[in-house]
C-alpha cells in the first residue's frame, strides 16, 4: 500500500515555494526557517486542526470522529461532571474574572489554592501565576540575576527562552548534557561564578522519562546551585511513594516527591493546565523568595489573573484529586500500559522507559511523518506530530498522550494504527539503528 497516494498534495497549498506575491522579506526568512513544519501545518488535517466537537475523548473534525490521544488532561478533569459542576457558584459569587493585577488584588480563591497546593506538595510555600511560561520569562532572570544558569540541552522552550532574558540582563548560560548529572558536575566543578541555577524539565514532554532527581539535587547541593524544576507533565500524574500497585505513586504531588526529594535547595515550577485542564501555573519555593516575587516578577505585577472558571476548576480538581486521583492514575497507568505493551510486542522503539502517560513514537524515515499522520488521522486516531524542526530529524514521529477520560476502546484504536503501521515498515525498530543528526534518512 503506498501511504503517499493518501497524502494531500502539496503544491496547490501555501507553501515556503510558492510565497504569497508580496510578503515582506522577514516573513519569507521565518517561513524558510520554519519550512518542514509550515508545509506540514499548511497541509496536514493533524495540525492547526478545527475542532467541531468532542464527545468524550472522542473529536469531530468536519464529518469525521477521532479518538484523541494529543490532549494533555491527562486525568481527564475536562470532562469530569463533578467539576463542571462546580464552576457556576464560582461564577454567581466573583464573576467571570478578577482583572486586577495581583500586586493590586487577588480574589481569596488564590490563597485557599496556594494553601491546599502547599500542602500537598509539601512545599514551604507556593505562588500562582497564569502559566508557567509567564513564570520562567520572569522568575529564571530574578533567580539568575547576573550569576550563571546551567541548562539541561534539551529543557523546553520555554525555559530556553526564560534563558535567553536572563542572559540579556547579564546572567551566562551554560548546557549540559540531557540526563547527565555528570556532566553538569564537571561544568559546575569548573565554574568560579558563586551564583548557580541549574534549570531542567521534571518529566520530559518528548521521552515521557524523568530525570534522576535525586542525583541532580544532590549535584546542584554539592554546588551551592539552586535546582529549577519544571514539571509540566508530572503534576497531577506522579506522585509520593510509588509502589508495584500505583508505580505513578500517590496523590500526583510531582516529582520531587515521586524521587522522595526534598525542596532543600530545590525550586518546583508546575501547571494546572495539563492534569488539571485550568489555566494557572506554580512556583513552589521559600517564603522570602515568594515575597521578592510578588514585588520583582512583572506576571504578579502586571499580568491579567486566570479567569474565575479556572481558579473554581483548580479548587474542584483537588476535591477530586483527593478523592479519586489515585483511582484516575491507577486506569491511566493502565491503559499507558496497553499502548506500551504493544510496542514491545511488535519491537518497536519508544523513548518511554517510565510508564508515564507520554509515548513518542520515531518514524524510521522523518520524511515520511506527513504520510504516517495522514494515515493515522484515516484511521481516526489523533496524535501529536513531531515534526522538524520542533524535534531533530532523527527524532521525528508523533506522540500519544493518554488521559484518564479515554477509553479501552480508543485504546483498542490506536494499538490496530500502530500494528499497521508496523506492518508497513514505517515505525523505528529496537534493532534499527537510530541515525546520526543530520544524516536522518
Ligand atoms: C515542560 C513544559 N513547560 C512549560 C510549558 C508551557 O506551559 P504554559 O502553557 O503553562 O505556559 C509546557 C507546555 O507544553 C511544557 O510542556
Redesign the pocket.
Known amino acids: 500500500m503506498n501511504l503517499t497516494a493518501n497524502v494531500p498534495r502539496l503544491g496547490g497549498l501555501r507553501t515556503a515555494d510558492a510565497p504569497a506575491t508580496g510578503r515582506r522579506p522577514w516573513i519569507e526568512h521565518w517561513l524558510e526557517t520554519c519550512r518542514d513544519l509550515n508545509e506540514l501545518k499548511a497541509s496536514h488535517p493533524m495540525m492547526d486542526a478545527v475542532i467541531d466537537e468532542v464527545d468524550g475523548r472522542m473529536i469531530r473534525i468536519g464529518d469525521h470522529w477521532l479518538a484523541d490521544f494529543a490532549s494533555?488532561n491527562y486525568l481527564g478533569f475536562d470532562l469530569d461532571r463533578e467539576i463542571i459542576e462546580a464552576v457556576p457558584a464560582y461564577l454567581d459569587r466573583w464573576g467571570t474574572h478578577p482583572s486586577w493585577s495581583r500586586l493590586l488584588g487577588s480574589p481569596a480563591l488564590y490563597e485557599e489554592i496556594e494553601e491546599r497546593l502547599t500542602a500537598l506538595l509539601g512545599a514551604e510555600d507556593t505562588l500562582l501565576l497564569p502559566?508557567?511560561?509567564?513564570i520562567?520569562m520572569s522568575v529564571i532572570p530574578l533567580l539568575a540575576a547576573s550569576g550563571t544558569i546551567f541548562m539541561d540541552a534539551r529543557a523546553?522552550k520555554?525555559?530556553y527562552d526564560g534563558c535567553q532574558v536572563a542572559r540579556s540582563r547579564g546572567a551566562a548560560v551554560k548546557r549540559f548534557r540531557f540526563e547527565d548529572a555528570g556532566h553538569l558536575d564537571d561544568l559546575l566543578s569548573a565554574e568560579r561564578d558563586p551564583t548557580r541555577l541549574v534549570v531542567m524539565?521534571g518529566v520530559n514532554?518528548m521521552t515521557g522519562n524523568a530525570p534522576d532527581i535525586r542525583e541532580f539535587a544532590r549535584v546542584a547541593r554539592e554546588h551551592g546551585a539552586l535546582l529549577y524544576v519544571?514539571d509540566?507533565?508530572g503534576f497531577g500524574v506522579i506522585g509520593e511513594n510509588p509502589d508495584a500497585e500505583l508505580p505513578y505513586g500517590y496523590r500526583g504531588n510531582s516529582v520531587v516527591r515521586h524521587a522522595a526529594e526534598t525542596y532543600e535547595n530545590v525550586v518546583l515550577i508546575g501547571?494546572f493546565?495539563?492534569a488539571y485542564s485550568s489555566l494557572l501555573?506554580f512556583i513552589a519555593c521559600p517564603t522570602d523568595v515568594k515575597d521578592l516575587l510578588k514585588v520583582a516578577a512583572p506576571p504578579y505585577l502586571y499580568s491579567g489573573p486566570s479567569p474565575v472558571a479556572s481558579l473554581a476548576t483548580v479548587l474542584a480538581g483537588f476535591d477530586v484529586n483527593e478523592s479519586r486521583g489515585d483511582a484516575l492514575r491507577a486506569d491511566l497507568h493502565r491503559m499507558t500500559k496497553r499502548i506500551l505493551d504493544c510496542l514491545d510486542r511488535l519491537g518497536v522503539a519508544t523513548p518511554n522507559r517510565s510508564g508515564f502517560p507520554i509515548i513518542e513514537v520515531p518514524l524510521r524515515d522523518h520524511t515520511r511523518i506527513a504520510a504516517v499522520g495522514e494515515f493515522l488521522y484515516r484511521r481516526g486516531v489523533y496524535v501529536t506530530l513531531a515534526a522538524f524542526p520542533l524535534v531533530p530529524k532523527n527524532e521525528v514521529g508523533f506522540r500519544f498522550q493518554v488521559t484518564a477520560a479515554n477509553t479501552d476502546a480508543e485504546i483498542d484504536r490506536a494499538i490496530a494504527g500502530l500494528e499497521a503501521l508496523a506492518e508497513l515498515g514505517e515505525l523505528r525498530l529496537t534493532t534499527d539503528e537510530v541515525p546520526a543528526l543530520g544524516e536522518a534518512a
Open positions: 494533555c502559566t508557567i511560561t509567564h520562567h523546553h520555554t525555559i524539565d514532554s519544571d509540566a507533565h501547571g493546565s495539563k501555573a
